[in-house]
């Protein structure tokens, strides 16, 4: 199921949840930070935990770039929440590259988000979205300028000038392919897990591209199998598809009380896995890592 709006500061509502899997409920819930990761046994840590990563660092322009100059944002533009982020902002152009993004960005104070390196100002990027630190992956660099992938939209880029933001590392990423229903989690380029989901049903189809976690919250009934959901940073492709109390929704990535509808197309969107599966990842991958959404991965090259 996809996730309703934000209508206070911290608190998700309106959310559509199946009863007996005929009608929809009703109800809110937080969306909270991450707590801290659950420990892993010494055979996992093994497998998948990386080298020591750096700590954040302050973004800086290169030195022999020249750096396009930022013009200014008037105070009454936009900021970009949990609704449906503004118009104006460039496509993503690579959607479906599944080159892991390594590189998170989480503004320090209100920055303003441009159509292009020196380009228009189009709304403003705050440090949390209605109380969740707020972490993008940054999918481009030039000129000085960094572009990260924009929440509460699919499929789209902002153009941040230097300053106003640090760096952090993504050392994960998660892959879902389509017509597979496959999610498959990799750690530093390197497949761990895979789990075979249930998708978005016809019309309500799960949206292709690049996107991101954006935050967690607690399941908010029992349906959920008692385990927290990811909300993304998509949105469904066609908001008007979804029931009336979906609307203006984020995607979702979340277990279900039972594993009978895997491998189906039955969601309104949204990502369904095992309960395990979901633990797992909640336990083990932060927000702002990079999800990507295919139909299918492409052949491996053959060998000689």
Known sequence: MPFDRLISRRWL??????????????????????????PVNQADQAAVAPSELPEPTTAAPTPEEAVPVAAPAPDHLPVVDYDAAPAGFPADPDPMDTTPLTEGLHPTRRIAAYTAPGGKPVAFLEPTIRGVELTMPIAQRRAGWTAVLLPSANRRLAWLPPGGFTTVPLRDQIVVERRAHRLTWYRAGRAVRSWEVSLGQRGQETPLGRTFILGRTPPPESVYGGVDIFALGAVPDDPDSVPAGLRGAHIGLHSWYHDGELGENTTNGCI??????????????????????????????PTA
Request: zero cysteines.
């Open 272 to 301: 369904r896995l095992t309960r395990s599966g979901q633990r797992e990842l909640l336990a083990k991958v932060r927000t702002g890592t990079e999800v990507v959404v295919v139909d299918e991965l492409p052949a491996p090259p």
């Open 13 to 38: 509502a309106a959310v559509g949840v199946p009863v007996l899997l005929a009608a929809a409920g009703v109800t809110g819930w937080a969306l909270t930070p991450d707590p801290t990761p659950a």
